[in-house]
């Protein structure tokens, strides 16, 4: 590839990663817009089983975030960061996609619970903090997985944005998950 085909690459590159930033987002601004419109009216939420919509909530969000500490292990394991492990091993990946996937599965009763029954909360720092980030997750998972399609792309931009991805899922789950339990002492029954 020439001087002027590298350049086109990266350029089309940085403006594909600007798009996904953009639509990532839009994502989070219009769930946080139909969240504020929506305000919530406690209408009833199937809870799959556990005691209460709060005991599904937190349990299936603790579940999500265990999954993504996988996520970081495989990561470090897919990038040769890993202490112990060498090379980029073949487990890595497709661990590394999995528990992905089952994280963001988890997280969709949970977030459908919290847009549709609870709305955009702002009574206090942390329901406005849990409220912006949950948002922020789903726009930042959004530019993530745009920008897993884009060629071209400088080695530091997955691990930044799934870094990102990581750190926002654990606002979230600080700012209501570990509250719940913390204050409540929830169990599943």
């Not at 977030?111 to 609870?118: T, Y």
């Not at 909360?121 to 942390?126: G, L, T, W």
């Not at 849990?130 to 948002?135: E, F, R, T």
Request: some cysteine.
């Amino acid at each position: 590839m020439s001087g002027t085909e590298s350049a086109g690459v990266r350029d089309r590159a940085r403006w594909g990663l600007a798009a996904a930033g953009v639509l990532g987002l839009a994502v989070a601004a219009m769930l946080g817009a139909y969240a504020m419109v929506h305000p919530g009216n406690g209408a009833p939420v199937p809870h799959f089983g556990f005691a209460s919509l709060v005991a599904m909530k937190t349990w299936l969000s603790t579940a999500a975030a265990a999954f993504v500490v996988v996520q970081v292990i495989s990561a470090l394991a897919m990038w040769g960061r890993l202490p112990g492990v060498s090379g980029a091993p073949a487990w890595a990946g497709p661990v590394h996609r999995w528990s992905g996937v089952i994280a963001f599965v988890l997280t969709l009763p949970v977030a459908f619970a919290c847009v549709w029954a609870l709305g955009f909360s702002d009574s206090s720092a942390r329901t406005v903090a849990h409220s912006i980030a949950g948002c922020l997750f789903y726009g930042v998972f959004a530019a993530k997985m745009l920008a897993l399609r884009l060629p071209g792309l400088s080695g530091w931009t997955l691990p930044v944005l799934g870094s990102l991805l990581t750190t926002v899922l654990a606002v979230v789950w600080f700012t209501s998950a570990f509250w719940a339990i913390a204050l409540s002492g929830l169990s599943l029954r």
